[in-house]
Protein backbone atom coordinates (compact mmCIF):
# COMPACT_ATOMS: atom_id res chain seq x y z
CA UNK A 1 0.00 0.00 0.00
CA UNK A 2 0.94 3.19 -1.27
CA UNK A 3 -0.68 6.23 0.22
CA UNK A 4 0.35 9.83 -1.27
CA UNK A 5 -0.40 13.12 1.58
CA UNK A 6 -1.33 16.28 -0.16
CA UNK A 7 -2.01 19.55 -0.12
CA UNK A 8 -0.60 23.39 0.66
CA UNK A 9 2.24 23.56 3.28
CA UNK A 10 0.45 23.83 7.28
CA UNK A 11 -3.00 21.74 6.21
CA UNK A 12 -1.55 18.72 8.44
CA UNK A 13 0.12 16.60 6.49
CA UNK A 14 3.40 15.80 8.42
CA UNK A 15 0.36 15.41 11.71
CA UNK A 16 -1.83 12.95 9.79
CA UNK A 17 0.72 10.90 8.05
CA UNK A 18 2.52 10.37 11.61
CA UNK A 19 -0.81 9.07 12.64
CA UNK A 20 -1.84 6.87 9.70
CA UNK A 21 1.85 5.15 9.67
CA UNK A 22 0.84 4.25 13.32
CA UNK A 23 -2.84 3.12 12.85
CA UNK A 24 -1.56 0.98 9.89
CA UNK A 25 2.02 -0.47 11.15
CA UNK A 26 3.86 1.24 8.10
CA UNK A 27 6.61 3.22 7.06
CA UNK A 28 6.27 7.19 7.11
CA UNK A 29 8.72 9.26 4.81
CA UNK A 30 8.55 12.85 4.66
CA UNK A 31 10.92 14.68 2.16
CA UNK A 32 10.65 18.31 4.50
CA UNK A 33 11.73 16.14 7.35
CA UNK A 34 14.68 14.36 5.55
CA UNK A 35 16.11 17.37 4.66
CA UNK A 36 15.51 19.10 8.04
CA UNK A 37 17.68 16.14 9.29
CA UNK A 38 20.44 16.65 6.96
CA UNK A 39 20.86 20.56 7.31
CA UNK A 40 20.92 19.87 11.19
CA UNK A 41 23.48 17.11 10.65
CA UNK A 42 25.45 19.85 8.15
CA UNK A 43 25.76 16.85 5.73
CA UNK A 44 26.19 17.21 1.82
CA UNK A 45 22.77 16.39 1.40
CA UNK A 46 21.62 19.47 4.10
CA UNK A 47 24.37 21.76 2.52
CA UNK A 48 22.51 21.40 -0.94
CA UNK A 49 19.17 21.83 0.33
CA UNK A 50 19.78 24.35 2.60
CA UNK A 51 19.06 27.64 0.60
CA UNK A 52 15.98 26.26 -1.01
CA UNK A 53 14.22 25.08 2.45
CA UNK A 54 14.82 28.24 4.15
CA UNK A 55 13.85 30.59 1.50
CA UNK A 56 10.39 28.61 1.04
CA UNK A 57 11.77 27.32 -2.46
CA UNK A 58 11.67 23.99 -3.53
CA UNK A 59 14.25 21.51 -4.39
CA UNK A 60 14.99 21.02 -7.89
CA UNK A 61 13.30 17.71 -9.05
CA UNK A 62 16.53 15.57 -9.67
CA UNK A 63 17.96 15.74 -6.58
CA UNK A 64 14.45 15.02 -4.73
CA UNK A 65 13.60 12.40 -6.93
CA UNK A 66 17.32 10.35 -6.04
CA UNK A 67 17.10 11.21 -2.46
CA UNK A 68 13.41 9.54 -3.02
CA UNK A 69 14.72 6.79 -4.67
CA UNK A 70 16.87 5.58 -2.40
CA UNK A 71 15.08 5.37 0.76
CA UNK A 72 11.90 3.88 -1.62
CA UNK A 73 14.58 0.84 -2.27
CA UNK A 74 15.39 0.54 1.56
CA UNK A 75 14.13 -0.52 4.44
CA UNK A 76 10.81 0.64 6.02
CA UNK A 77 10.29 1.54 2.68
CA UNK A 78 10.57 -0.64 0.34
CA UNK A 79 7.39 -1.82 2.19
CA UNK A 80 4.16 -0.17 2.69
CA UNK A 81 4.38 3.79 3.11
CA UNK A 82 2.79 6.87 3.34
CA UNK A 83 4.38 9.46 1.70
CA UNK A 84 4.08 13.18 2.76
CA UNK A 85 5.33 16.39 0.84
CA UNK A 86 6.63 14.02 -2.44
CA UNK A 87 5.60 14.26 -4.81
CA UNK A 88 5.30 18.16 -5.29
CA UNK A 89 5.22 18.68 -8.93
CA UNK A 90 4.77 17.13 -12.22
CA UNK A 91 7.99 15.66 -13.06
CA UNK A 92 8.32 14.05 -9.26
CA UNK A 93 4.85 12.57 -10.14
CA UNK A 94 6.40 10.85 -13.14
CA UNK A 95 9.31 9.50 -11.35
CA UNK A 96 7.44 8.50 -8.47
CA UNK A 97 5.22 6.35 -10.67
CA UNK A 98 8.19 4.99 -12.32
CA UNK A 99 10.04 4.30 -9.51
CA UNK A 100 7.37 2.29 -8.29
CA UNK A 101 6.61 0.21 -11.19
CA UNK A 102 10.00 -0.96 -11.20
CA UNK A 103 9.06 -2.32 -7.90
CA UNK A 104 6.31 -3.81 -9.23
CA UNK A 105 3.88 -1.61 -7.52
CA UNK A 106 2.15 1.88 -7.54
CA UNK A 107 0.55 4.75 -5.27
CA UNK A 108 -2.88 3.39 -4.33
CA UNK A 109 -4.39 6.66 -3.21
CA UNK A 110 -3.36 10.27 -2.72
CA UNK A 111 -5.36 12.41 -0.44
CA UNK A 112 -5.81 15.79 -0.85
CA UNK A 113 -6.22 17.73 2.66
CA UNK A 114 -8.32 20.83 2.09
CA UNK A 115 -7.94 23.77 4.64
CA UNK A 116 -8.26 27.85 3.88
CA UNK A 117 -5.83 29.67 3.11
CA UNK A 118 -6.31 32.01 6.37
CA UNK A 119 -6.49 28.71 8.68
CA UNK A 120 -2.98 27.41 7.39
CA UNK A 121 -1.31 30.59 7.56
CA UNK A 122 -2.77 31.13 11.36
CA UNK A 123 -1.22 27.39 12.03
CA UNK A 124 2.42 27.97 10.43
CA UNK A 125 2.85 30.94 12.41
CA UNK A 126 2.08 28.99 15.31
CA UNK A 127 4.36 26.27 14.77
CA UNK A 128 6.91 28.60 14.32
CA UNK A 129 9.88 26.65 12.28
CA UNK A 130 12.75 28.51 10.79
CA UNK A 131 11.20 28.55 7.60
CA UNK A 132 7.13 29.33 8.98
CA UNK A 133 8.24 33.37 9.39
CA UNK A 134 5.09 35.41 7.15
CA UNK A 135 7.23 36.08 3.73
CA UNK A 136 8.93 32.53 3.42
CA UNK A 137 4.88 30.91 4.26
CA UNK A 138 3.58 33.39 1.40
CA UNK A 139 6.38 31.97 -0.68
CA UNK A 140 5.95 28.59 -0.18
CA UNK A 141 2.07 29.36 -0.79
CA UNK A 142 3.22 30.90 -4.14
CA UNK A 143 5.06 27.71 -5.00
CA UNK A 144 1.80 25.27 -4.16
CA UNK A 145 0.05 27.52 -6.08
CA UNK A 146 2.02 27.29 -8.97
CA UNK A 147 3.87 24.34 -8.95
CA UNK A 148 2.65 22.08 -6.83
CA UNK A 149 -1.56 22.34 -7.84
CA UNK A 150 -0.71 20.80 -11.05
CA UNK A 151 0.06 17.61 -9.44
CA UNK A 152 -3.75 16.90 -8.67
CA UNK A 153 -5.03 16.93 -11.93
CA UNK A 154 -2.55 14.22 -12.52
CA UNK A 155 -3.50 11.77 -9.92
CA UNK A 156 -7.15 13.05 -10.71
CA UNK A 157 -6.63 11.50 -14.27
CA UNK A 158 -5.58 8.37 -12.62
CA UNK A 159 -8.67 8.24 -10.60
CA UNK A 160 -6.64 8.34 -7.59
CA UNK A 161 -7.60 11.54 -5.68
CA UNK A 162 -10.12 12.28 -3.19
CA UNK A 163 -10.30 15.50 -1.14
CA UNK A 164 -10.71 15.80 2.80
CA UNK A 165 -11.74 18.40 4.56
CA UNK A 166 -8.82 19.35 6.72
CA UNK A 167 -10.68 22.38 8.89
CA UNK A 168 -10.99 20.51 11.83
CA UNK A 169 -9.53 18.83 14.91
CA UNK A 170 -6.94 15.97 14.42
CA UNK A 171 -8.43 13.45 15.56
CA UNK A 172 -11.29 14.13 13.49
CA UNK A 173 -9.43 14.50 10.10
CA UNK A 174 -8.02 11.69 11.16
CA UNK A 175 -11.22 9.80 10.83
CA UNK A 176 -11.88 11.34 7.93
CA UNK A 177 -8.88 10.03 6.23
CA UNK A 178 -8.85 6.86 7.55
CA UNK A 179 -12.44 6.31 6.09
CA UNK A 180 -11.50 7.65 2.64
CA UNK A 181 -8.92 5.06 2.59
CA UNK A 182 -11.04 2.40 4.35
CA UNK A 183 -13.70 2.59 0.87
CA UNK A 184 -10.99 2.71 -1.61
CA UNK A 185 -8.12 0.75 -1.14
CA UNK A 186 -8.86 -2.78 -0.97
CA UNK A 187 -5.86 -3.76 1.01
CA UNK A 188 -6.16 -1.45 3.93
CA UNK A 189 -5.70 -3.30 7.07
CA UNK A 190 -8.16 -1.51 9.42
CA UNK A 191 -12.09 -0.57 9.38
CA UNK A 192 -12.93 3.05 10.16
CA UNK A 193 -13.81 3.80 13.53
CA UNK A 194 -17.50 3.22 14.30
P1 LIG B 1 5.46 22.26 4.31
O1 LIG B 1 4.54 21.24 3.69
O2 LIG B 1 4.89 22.89 5.54
O3 LIG B 1 5.98 23.27 3.33
P2 LIG B 1 7.65 20.34 4.28
O4 LIG B 1 8.34 19.80 5.48
O5 LIG B 1 6.86 19.38 3.46
O6 LIG B 1 6.74 21.51 4.87
O7 LIG B 1 8.70 21.05 3.31
C1 LIG B 1 9.61 22.03 3.77
C2 LIG B 1 10.52 22.49 2.63
O8 LIG B 1 11.32 21.37 2.15
C3 LIG B 1 9.81 22.99 1.38
O9 LIG B 1 9.45 24.36 1.48
C4 LIG B 1 10.89 22.74 0.29
O10 LIG B 1 11.91 23.72 0.34
C5 LIG B 1 11.52 21.43 0.73
N1 LIG B 1 10.85 20.25 0.13
C6 LIG B 1 10.17 19.27 0.81
N2 LIG B 1 9.69 18.34 -0.04
C7 LIG B 1 10.04 18.73 -1.29
C8 LIG B 1 9.83 18.20 -2.59
N3 LIG B 1 9.13 17.08 -2.79
N4 LIG B 1 10.33 18.88 -3.66
C9 LIG B 1 11.03 20.01 -3.48
N5 LIG B 1 11.26 20.57 -2.29
C10 LIG B 1 10.79 19.95 -1.19
Given amino acids: MVIVLFGAPGVGKGTQAQLLAQRYGIAHLSTGEAFRQAIEQGSELGAAVQQYVHNGLLVPDELVTAVVEALLASEPYRRDCVLDGFPRTLPQAEALDALLARQGRGVDIVINLVVPEEEIVRRLLLRGRPDDTEQVI ?52 NGPDP
Fill in 138 to 189: RQRLAVYAEQTRPVLDYYARQGKLHSVDGNADIETVHRRIVHVVFQHVPTAP
